[in-house]
């Protein structure tokens, strides 16, 4: 027990009744209560934390700022990405069904122009072809360089 407590539980009913109409008296015991001086103590912690929380938090609003900006930038891009798509789907879709099949099969015949082959005796001793296969060998044939 703390000494207020001794001290109130030791007076009489009278004296209680006193002590209740004087506040100051009231207020001092309080103050000196060991329960009341801890809780004063946890009060002071928790403001102080809260304050460097706050702080923190204000310190951060730039920061979150810029990534709410970022991600709406993302968001457009991601919108602007899916409606290509969409388009592109669309055109597929709109395809007779022979290109249809051809693209699944993986062809694409029609879509891309075919890439000139160098011959594989050309690409060990590293000289250059300009054309297809055909045509380098016309060109060697009758002598012309490519």
């Given at each position: 027990?703390?000494?207020?407590e ?10 209680l ?17 060991e ?14 934390s809260?304050?460097r ?16 900006l ?10 602007r ?9 669309e055109?597929?879709?709109a ?7 051809e ?7 029609g ?14 001793r590293g ?12 060109n ?7």
């Amino acid at each position: 027990m703390s000494l207020p407590e001794v001290q109130l539980r030791g007076l009489r009913t009278r004296e209680l009744r006193e002590l209740l109409e004087d506040e100051d008296k009231i207020h001092h015991i309080i103050s000196c209560s060991e329960k009341f001086q801890g809780l004063q103590k946890a009060v002071e912690k928790t403001l102080v934390s809260n304050q460097r929380l706050a702080k923190f938090s204000l310190s951060q609003k730039p920061k979150f700022r810029d990534a709410k900006l970022l991600l709406a930038m993302k968001y457009k891009e991601l919108e602007r990405r899916r409606s290509i798509i969409q388009a592109k789907q669309e055109q597929l879709a709109a395809l007779p069904k022979v290109c249809r099949e051809e693209n699944a099969a993986g062809t694409f015949l029609g879509f891309f122009p075919q890439p000139a082959r160098t011959p594989s005796h050309q690409i060990d001793r590293g000289e250059e072809t300009r054309g297809n296969d055909s045509t380098w060998r016309d060109n060697k044939t009758q002598g012309v360089s490519p």
